[in-house]
Every structure is written in structure tokens, then in C-alpha cells.
DNA sequence: ATCCTATCCTGTAGGC
DNA sequence: TGCCTACAGGATAGGA
């Protein structure tokens, strides 16, 4: 659910209620999610103040004092939610809850448990095995068409499942690949590495322009997806492709297509994301 | 290496 | 109403 725009609109969130408070206690579910939350949680979170919040691609790192963070991943159905008063609301799959000094209460939710929550010693973040994997965030680093071109270079991957890819870059999910790609006029299922240096010129400023625009919409809420304080982002509004099945196309009117690209959804316009060589025996079909 | 598939889990929407 | 299936914004281990 939550890509690079709702983890940087809940980011901005927490630094505004959350930093410089101290974590008063502590409670975990003991449930596993992606990978099991850290029993000792409690103990090393607690007494500790929030000191910074960070982001890379979809990771959150809240970053405590005395050389500790809090690495966390939204997964398809994570929320973090802040309560101002504490007060104890009944909420299925809640699986972290933090009680800070001085009144308000910090809850990690995510029914479908794909999320994480690890704690990672500051120092050695950069060693974390998930963080290290990541290619660059291209709102932290906005890339230019060359570097992308260089990076997509020999890859015969489809640009829209390269999009994906996080070890390429970092926090582009299923919805903004789609936009990305609709702005830029480029079929989803054109290799990669087949881009010419324009056409990543294009897709660099389109992710740009994406990515920014969603943020300032507060992301995009399909279903899931809250922010901090529980309400959806109006992001949704905007997209011209994503979920839209044999809708007009807003800009040329032919009916938007869905088809599957590794077991995703993808939207595009078969007439504005013109044709050109295609990637994969059997990337083409599909109704 | 590189690419693709299946899998983890719950909730919800749509067909009957 | 209920039952069933398909699908959902993600990452990743394992196989080809």
C-alpha cells in the first residue's frame, strides 16, 4: 500500500508531533510480521527520545538517542497512528505501542503483518541488510535521465517491473510505476534497457514530478493507507491511470487497459504509451 | 548474474 | 443473508 509519498507524508508527520519526545513504555504483540518484532523492543526503546525521523525509499528509520533506531516498513497495510491523549482505543493488529512522556501514544497497525519493525544500532545502518539492498531515493537524490539510463543499461527487464525494483530505485510502488509511465508516454512492457537516453530524461523528471505532487497530496489512499492521524490522502483524486480499467484515457479517451506484469496490475493507454519493442515472449497479450 | 514465481497474511468487493 | 473467489499499495527466497 504505501509507497514512497505516504511513507514521507507519515515521516513528516511524526517529526511534527513526535520529535524530541521520550518513549515512556512500551508493548508489543509478539506476533511475527515479515520477519518477528524484537522482544526486547520494550526495554531498549524505553526512557530513550526521539532524536530524528528518516526516510529511504519505503523504510522509516526513527532515530532515537544514544545510537539507536527504530527501522520500520509499512508493508501492504502498516499504519502508524499518534493519539494525542494516550487514551486506550480498541484497535485489531495493533503490534507496537509506544506511550511517551508527558501524554500521547505512538501505534504501529498492520493487519496483514507484511510490515517490520527491527531495531538497528545507528552506527550500523548502513551494514542493515534490507537498507542495503536499496538503490537510491529519487526524492532525496532526484536522478537525472543519464544516471538512470546507465543504471537500466542491459536490463531486460520490463520498465515497468524495473521500476519496481528497489534495489534500482528506491520507493516507487505498483501505483506510481503505472503514472510514471502514463506521463511519460512509455508502454510499461518495453525493456528497460531498450529506453533511450530522451525517454529516461523524461521518466527521471516524471518520477520527480510524481512523486512530489503525491506528497503534497498526502499519498494516495486506495484503501488502506492513513496518515498519522488516521485520514486518507488526497492523492487519489489525481491519478490518470491506476484503477481505472476501461475509463477514457484523460488525455487521448480510449479505454485505459489493465494487464498483469509479474503478478501485478498495471494501467497504461495503449495509444499514448505508444507501442515499440517489448519485453518478455508474452508480455504483449492479455485483454 | 538476471529474471520470474510462489509465498507470507487479512480484509474486502463482487458474483451467485 | 451467506459463501466463494479474486485481488490488494510489498519484499524475498528459491528455481530456471
Request: proline fraction near 6%.
Amino acid at each position: 500500500m504505501p509507497e514512497l509519498p505516504e511513507v514521507e507524508t507519515v515521516r513528516r508527520m511524526l517529526e511534527s508531533s513526535v520529535l524530541g519526545r521520550t518513549v515512556r513504555s512500551a508493548r508489543i504483540s509478539g506476533l511475527k510480521l515479515r520477519s518477528r518484532v524484537p522482544a526486547e523492543l520494550p526495554a531498549r526503546l524505553r526512557g530513550r527520545t526521539i532524536e530524528s525521523l528518516g526516510r529511504h525509499g519505503k523504510y522509516l528509520l526513527i532515530g532515537f538517542d544514544r545510537g539507536l533506531t527504530l527501522l520500520s516498513h509499512l508493508g501492504m497495510s502498516g499504519r502508524w497512528l499518534y493519539f494525542p491523549d494516550a487514551g486506550d482505543r480498541s484497535l485489531d493488529h495493533v503490534h507496537a505501542r509506544l506511550v511517551l512522556v508527558g501524554g500521547g501514544a505512538l501505534w504501529f497497525q498492520d493487519p496483514r503483518r507484511f510490515g517490520l519493525l527491527r531495531i538497528v544500532e545507528t552506527a550500523k545502518l548502513a551494514r542493515d541488510a534490507s537498507l542495503r539492498r536499496l538503490g537510491p531515493d529519487p526524492v532525496t537524490t532526484p536522478l537525472a535521465g543519464e544516471a538512470l539510463h546507465e543504471i537500466a543499461h542491459g536490463s531486460r527487464q520490463a520498465i515497468k517491473t524495473f521500476l519496481l525494483d528497489q534495489r534500482r530505485l528506491a520507493g516507487i510502488g505498483n501505483i506510481y510505476a503505472s503514472e510514471i509511465l502514463f506521463r511519460s508516454g512509455v508502454d510499461p512492457r518495453r525493456m528497460a534497457g531498450r529506453l533511450s537516453r530522451a525517454e529516461w530524461d523524461r521518466v527521471a523528471s516524471d518520477t520527480r514530478q510524481v512523486l512530489e505532487e503525491a506528497i503534497r497530496g498526502m499519498g494516495t489512499t486506495f484503501s488502506a493507507y492513513r496518515t498519522l492521524w488516521g485520514e486518507p490522502g488526497s492523492y487519489g483524486e489525481r491519478l490518470l491511470v491506476y484503477d481505472r480499467p476501461g475509463e477514457p484515457c484523460l488525455r487521448c479517451g480510449s479505454p485505459i487497459r489493465r494487464i498483469l506484469q509479474g503478478q501485478r496490475s498495471t494501467f497504461f493507454c495503449p495509444v499514448c504509451q505508444g507501442r515499440r519493442t517489448r519485453s518478455g515472449p508474452r508480455a504483449g497479450r492479455k485483454a
